[in-house]
Each structure stands twice: as C-alpha cells, then as structure tokens.
C-alpha cells in the first residue's frame, strides 16, 4: 500500500466536495469519494476515475458508513444545501446532518482519523447580529422551512464538540457561508444558478422580496482554501469562512445583467419564509488563526462562473431537475 495520506471525502460528487477532492488529490492524496447520488452529479467527478489515488463508493451515510483500510482525515460535506432541497428531502436533510455525522464520527473514532464536519451560516438563522461572529447562538426557527437544515446543522455541531469533549477526538467545524462557482447545480433554486439559468434561458430574474436582503458571496477556491487550512490547524471551535462583502440580492441581480448581458428585466416575487435579512460573516478568526482571506473578487468569479453554466447543455439549461433527484423524489 502506498504512504499517501487517506482521506474520506462525503458528499463528494457534490459543488463543494468534487472541489475538495480535486483539491486532496492535487495535495497528494489517497481520495475517497462517498456520495448516494440524491443531489450530488457524477459529472462533478468523472475526471478523477482514471486517477488511481481516487476511489468512489456509492453510499447513503446516513446508513452505517464501512471503510476499509486507514483514514487520517474525514470530511464530511454530504447535505442537501439549498431551500428549495430542504423542502422536497426534508427527512434526508434531518438524517445526514444528524445520524449521518453520528456514524462518522464512529469512523472517525475507529479510524483515530481528524474528522471536519460542514457546518453553515444557518446555524446564524436570520440573525439579530451583523456580521455574524462566531459567539452568536443565532435566530433559528425550528419548525420553519428552514429548520431541518438549520437545526440538523446546529446538532452536528453539538455532536461533533461531545465527540471531542468525551473521546478526545479532534475534530473541526466549519461554518460555510454562501459560496458559488462552477459545479453548482442549475436548479437547485439558489440565487446565482437561478439567475445565470434565466439569464441563459431569455427568462426574467426573479428577486424574493424587495431585494433588500443581503448576502456575502464566497468563491469556491477560497472557500477551499479556508477549508484546507482549518483542517490542519489544531483548533477545535466552529470558525467562519466565507467572503465579507456584502451585496443586496437585487444589485446581485444587476450584476448578473451586466454579466450575462441579457436584455430580460427582474421581476419580484414573494419572499420565501424565514428568509435571512442579512448574512455577513466575521472572519477575524479566520485571518487570525489560519492566516486566511479571499483572494478572488466577485467580479472575477461570477465571470468563471458564468463560462461554466454557459458551456452546459441544452438539455442541463432546461432541466427541470437533476436526474437522480427526480428519480429519487417519485419513490
Ligand atoms: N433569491 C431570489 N431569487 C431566486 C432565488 C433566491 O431573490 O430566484 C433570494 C433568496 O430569497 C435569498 C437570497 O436570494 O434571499 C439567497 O438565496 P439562496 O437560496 O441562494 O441562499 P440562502 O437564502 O440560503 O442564503
């Protein structure tokens, strides 16, 4: 066997983990790549099958996790990760987050493997603090649309701290805050695919609300980036990592105009329930311990970005949904 390093990546055919496996296997790694194919696309990853230090398993983790031979690291990135998901896979959302992180954090123990969980901005709810620190307990609404992920979210964390408080096993937390570039699914109903899509298609964008809200948009490489150096840092507490600048979702939307150059206009629709006001990470702790902040302006990703929806099929651009999660709603 070979001395690479082993790492578990879930959630790995997914926006965020194809990208983290790109990542591990350019950092010289033994990737192994776990997803059960409900939002995740075997396109994100089909590059890495011919590599030989890539292993993919399809598999629900939320089942018992089984892994054989020796893992030093575990990410676990398996959630679906937009509202729209939430809605339609509302007990799979509750599962992964919750016995999903239960059983690898059994691996993890098993394995004597460093173990970093995906949390997220939710955990923030729509928060009464701006920008959010890490100190904020949050705003959350357990039974709101929302709540399955927001709530599954806070209790991997709480289950994640108990697993190092009471086995001492080293862990990480992550709190992703919204992140964007190519890979994203077309219609999984987040605010820049929606837009891109309509823009492509020749529809009108659709801002919820007034547009007033605001988001804090991080490329994808950063986040990476952020994700990297935390995973080999030694602290345990939950850290933010995200991009601080702020943008209100209806100059997004011009922005996206500009971009994409369409000539269609923005229509306004009703604001979905519980939808934050304001999300803007702190990202001291961040710089502070990890010597981390992004690099990529909005500008220059949202242009990556768009190359990359634009080189989609036809068939993608119309899509109503992604073909497992079609298939795997009807069951
Ligand atoms: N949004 C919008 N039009 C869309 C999709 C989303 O105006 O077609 C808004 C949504 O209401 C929210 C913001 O864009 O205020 C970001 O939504 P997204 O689903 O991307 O992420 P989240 O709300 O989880 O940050």
Redesign the pocket.
Same mark, same amino acid.
């Given at each position: 066997m070979s001395n690479k390093k082993r790492v578990l990546i879930t959630g790995a055919a997914g926006f965020l983990g194809s990208h983290l496996c790109d990542r591990f296997i350019n950092e010289g790694y033994h990737v192994i790549g776990m997803d059960n194919m409900i939002t995740g696309d075997i396109k994100n990853v089909e590059h890495l099958f011919p590599n030989k230090n890539f292993e993919f398993q399809e598999h629900d983790v939320s089942n018992f996790v089984h892994v054989s031979g020796e893992l030093d690291y575990i990410l676990h990135f398996a959630s679906p990760a937009?509202?729209i998901d939430y809605l339609k896979i509302p007990i799979q959302t509750l599962k992964v987050g919750s016995l999903g992180t239960h059983n690898l954090l059994g691996l993890a123990r098993a394995k004597n493997a460093r173990i970093l969980v995906a949390s997220t901005s939710?955990v923030y709810g729509d928060p009464l603090v701006h920008p959010q620190t890490e100190e904020y307990y949050g705003n959350v609404n357990p039974v709101g649309p929302r709540g399955v992920y927001d709530e599954a979210k806070r209790f991997q964390e709480a289950i994640t701290m108990a697993y190092h408080t009471y086995h001492g096993l080293e862990t990480r937390i992550v709190r992703i805050f919204?992140t964007y570039g190519p890979r994203m699914r077309l219609n999984d !109903?987040? /605010? $820049?695919p929606?837009?891109i899509g309509q823009a492509l298609r020749g529809e009108d964008l659709? /801002?919820? !609300?007034d !547009?007033s809200?605001t988001?804090s948009f991080c490329y994808v490489d950063d986040l990476v980036e952020g994700i990297y150096k935390l995973l080999l840092s030694d602290y345990a507490q939950p850290v933010n990592v995200g991009n601080p600048v702020e943008i209100t979702?209806s100059d997004f939307a011009e922005e996206i105009i500009k971009l994409t150059g369409t000539d269609q206009k923005v229509i306004y629709k009703e $604001? @979905?329930a519980d939808? @934050?006001k304001q999300?803007q990470p702190d990202i001291s702790k961040a710089k502070n311990l990890l010597d981390w902040t992004p690099k990529v302006s909005r500008e220059e990703g949202l242009k990556i970005t768009y190359e990359y929806f634009k080189s989609l099929s036809k068939e993608d651009l119309y899509a109503k949904e992604h073909n497992s999660f079609e298939e795997y709603i009807k069951k």
């Amino acid at each position: 066997m070979s001395n690479k390093k082993r790492v578990l990546i879930t959630g790995a055919a997914g926006f965020l983990g194809s990208h983290l496996c790109d990542r591990f296997i350019n950092e010289g790694y033994h990737v192994i790549g776990m997803d059960n194919m409900i939002t995740g696309d075997i396109k994100n990853v089909e590059h890495l099958f011919p590599n030989k230090n890539f292993e993919f398993q399809e598999h629900d983790v939320s089942n018992f996790v089984h892994v054989s031979g020796e893992l030093d690291y575990i990410l676990h990135f398996a959630s679906p990760a937009s509202p729209i998901d939430y809605l339609k896979i509302p007990i799979q959302t509750l599962k992964v987050g919750s016995l999903g992180t239960h059983n690898l954090l059994g691996l993890a123990r098993a394995k004597n493997a460093r173990i970093l969980v995906a949390s997220t901005s939710e955990v923030y709810g729509d928060p009464l603090v701006h920008p959010q620190t890490e100190e904020y307990y949050g705003n959350v609404n357990p039974v709101g649309p929302r709540g399955v992920y927001d709530e599954a979210k806070r209790f991997q964390e709480a289950i994640t701290m108990a697993y190092h408080t009471y086995h001492g096993l080293e862990t990480r937390i992550v709190r992703i805050f919204n992140t964007y570039g190519p890979r994203m699914r077309l219609n999984d !109903g987040r /605010v $820049l695919p929606a837009f891109i899509g309509q823009a492509l298609r020749g529809e009108d964008l659709t /801002v919820f !609300g007034d !547009g007033s809200q605001t988001r804090s948009f991080c490329y994808v490489d950063d986040l990476v980036e952020g994700i990297y150096k935390l995973l080999l840092s030694d602290y345990a507490q939950p850290v933010n990592v995200g991009n601080p600048v702020e943008i209100t979702i209806s100059d997004f939307a011009e922005e996206i105009i500009k971009l994409t150059g369409t000539d269609q206009k923005v229509i306004y629709k009703e $604001l @979905p329930a519980d939808d @934050p006001k304001q999300r803007q990470p702190d990202i001291s702790k961040a710089k502070n311990l990890l010597d981390w902040t992004p690099k990529v302006s909005r500008e220059e990703g949202l242009k990556i970005t768009y190359e990359y929806f634009k080189s989609l099929s036809k068939e993608d651009l119309y899509a109503k949904e992604h073909n497992s999660f079609e298939e795997y709603i009807k069951k």
